[in-house]
């Protein structure tokens, strides 16, 4: 058990060492340099950012649009029935006064 820990500290020990060499290693951009990506950086979420609000309002309009067109159809096919419906019971009251009347017709003459 004594070796094992003894194993890990080394492991910890080059791997500090590694990590400090890696760190030497890395090119650090002067402050010109970051600025000017980090004004590339927030430029390019800003075009995206209007890319996707312009989309959302032609999605919207689009959608809103279609709504309301299905609406309007839906309301002629309702006033149509309606229409349809209102139709068949006036016919149903003409067919109706037709026979209240022939009924008077008929027992006027029986009489």
Same mark, same amino acid.
């Given at each position: 058990?004594?070796?094992?820990?003894?194993?890990?500290?080394?492991?910890?020990?080059?791997? =500090?060492? %590694? =990590?400090?060499? !890696?760190?030497?290693? +890395? +090119?650090?951009? *002067?402050?010109?340099?970051?600025?000017?990506? *980090?004004?590339?950086?927030?430029?390019?979420?800003?075009?995206?950012?209007?890319? +996707? =609000?312009?989309?959302?309002?032609?999605?919207?309009?689009?959608?809103? =649009?279609?709504?309301?067109?299905? !609406? *309007?159809?839906?309301?002629?096919?309702?006033?149509?029935?309606?229409?349809?419906?209102?139709? +068949?019971?006036?016919?149903?009251?003409? *067919?109706? %006064? !037709?026979?209240?009347?022939?009924?008077?017709?008929?027992?006027?003459?029986? !009489?």
């Amino acid at each position: 058990m004594a070796k094992d820990t003894k194993k890990t500290k080394k492991e910890k020990k080059g791997f =500090f060492k %590694d =990590f400090r060499a !890696e760190l030497k290693k +890395v +090119v650090w951009p *002067t402050p010109k340099q970051l600025v000017n990506n *980090t004004a590339i950086v927030i430029g390019m979420i800003l075009i995206t950012a209007a890319i +996707v =609000f312009c989309l959302d309002v032609i999605f919207d309009n689009g959608y809103q =649009f279609i709504v309301d067109k299905s !609406e *309007t159809v839906i309301q002629k096919i309702e006033g149509t029935n309606n229409s349809t419906e209102n139709a +068949v019971e006036e016919a149903n009251a003409i *067919t109706e %006064d !037709e026979k209240t009347s022939e009924n008077a017709t008929t027992e006027g003459t029986d !009489e």
